[in-house]
Each structure stands twice: as C-alpha cells, then as structure tokens.
C-alpha cells in the first residue's frame, strides 16, 4: 500500500519559519494536500494541489512539492499554529495520509 | 454554510456492527463535484480513511478494511452511512464525516463521534 512519511515532531521559535516535509514514492505526480488539526477539534484543510490556499487560511502557511517531497512551510510561526499537521495524497482512487508532524513552538 | 454531523451508537459490542450516519445540511449531496467520506482517528494517533461515496452509489473502499465496510448515501434524506462489521477493540476510535473532493481535499469535516466497543 502506498505510505507517505512525515517527521514525527518540528519545534519552532515565535516568529521563526517551520518547514514539515512529506515524502512518498511518485508522490511528484500527485497533489499533496495539508490539514492541521488542533488538539480536540476535527482536522482544517490549510493546502490542497500542493500550493494553494483555501479561503481564510492565513497567507503564512503556503505548500510546496518537489520531487517526491511535498512541503508546508509557515512563516512567522505563531503559538496557534502549535498543532498536529497531516499530509495526505490520492493512489488510485484510495486516500492516504502521513502520519502526522506535531508541531511545537517553543 | 456546509455542515456535517455524525449520530449513531456510542458503544458497540465485540463480534457486532458499528452503524453511523452522516447528515448534511447547508448542501445536496447530490453534488457532482464531492465524495462524501468517513474517516477515523484512534485517541493519540493519525488520521485514517475508511472510504468514500458518489451521491450515484459509487464507493471507494480502505484496502484494510474494504472485507468490512458498507458505505451508503441516501439522497432523499441527504445522508451516508457507514457499517464496519465485526467490531473489536481496535476499532474504538473517533469516527469523522467528511465532503470530499478528489484531488482537491477534504475541505469541510464533521465534529466526529466517540465509538467505544466493548461488552
């Protein structure tokens, strides 16, 4: 089955940019999407195709995706984006997630 | 404004069929551009798809667990449901409905409901 590897854990400093990275096997010729979930809430998508925005997240989060890596990069960390972030892709018809990044700002 | 909210047992016993709808208001699910699905995340853990489905009946199944899963929709009523049968304690979880659109994203998520199996 097709598997997507995130890093289990980013810290980041207030004001400092936090980069989560996903990486899986063809992912290059996939679109990566992004959620953040908040401890005790339902996950937020905050990137789909890649690089784009939904209405109302915040410009500093933005995707990216090179190679078979995708990345979520936010700028000007601030301590509501300490939360759980997922990548997630399509393999045939199939849903696949990574397995998460917490992300800390310290 | 899309909502989407889950119902059904809290707790279910081992060997038994767990049972969920979803109702959707604010949207038709007859939708052509959205899948409707079901996912789920055990306490501490990741998230996880269960499948998905067309308002025309056409579902995609986890290959995990497609040997157990039964997704439905029923358009008259605005709702899909999901059957997972021959329940065990792994399968105590939040279980979330969600509108999906392929290749997109998951873009609007129920508030998710708490399913315990246990005698």
């Known amino acids: 089955s097709y598997e997507l590897t995130q890093p289990p854990s980013v810290s980041v400093s207030p004001g400092q940019t936090a980069s989560i990275t996903c990486s899986g096997d063809?992912?290059?010729?996939?679109?990566a999407s992004w959620y953040q979930q908040r401890p005790g809430q339902s996950p937020v998508l905050v990137i789909y195709?890649?690089?784009k925005r939904p209405s109302g997240i915040p410009e500093r989060l933005s995707g990216s995706s090179s190679g078979n890596t995708a990345t979520l990069t936010i700028s000007g960390t601030q301590a509501m984006d300490e939360a759980e972030y997922y990548c997630?892709?399509?393999?045939?018809?199939?849903?696949?997630f990574g397995g998460g990044t917490k992300l800390t700002v310290l | 404004q899309l909502q989407l909210q889950e119902s059904g047992p809290g707790l279910v016993k081992p060997s038994e069929t767990l049972s969920l709808t979803c109702t959707v208001s604010?949207?038709?699910?007859?939708?052509?551009?959205?899948?409707w699905g079901w996912f789920r995340q055990p306490p501490g853990k990741g998230l996880e798809w269960i499948g998905s489905?067309?308002?025309?009946?056409?579902?995609y199944y986890s290959p995990s667990l497609k040997s157990r899963v039964t997704i439905s929709v029923d358009t008259s009523t605005n709702q899909f449901s999901l059957k997972l049968s021959s329940v065990t304690a792994a399968d105590t979880t939040v279980y979330y409905c969600?509108?999906?659109?392929?290749?997109?994203?998951?873009?609007?998520w129920g508030q998710g409901t708490t399913v315990t199996v246990s005698s």
């Open positions: 969600a509108r999906v659109r392929n290749y997109y994203g998951v873009d609007v």
């Open positions: 604010g949207d038709s699910i007859s939708s052509r551009y959205y899948y």
């Open positions: 489905i067309y308002y025309s009946g056409t579902a």
């Open positions: 063809t992912l290059g010729d996939k679109y």
């Open positions: 195709q890649d690089t």
């Open positions: 997630q892709a399509w393999d045939s018809s199939t849903v696949v």
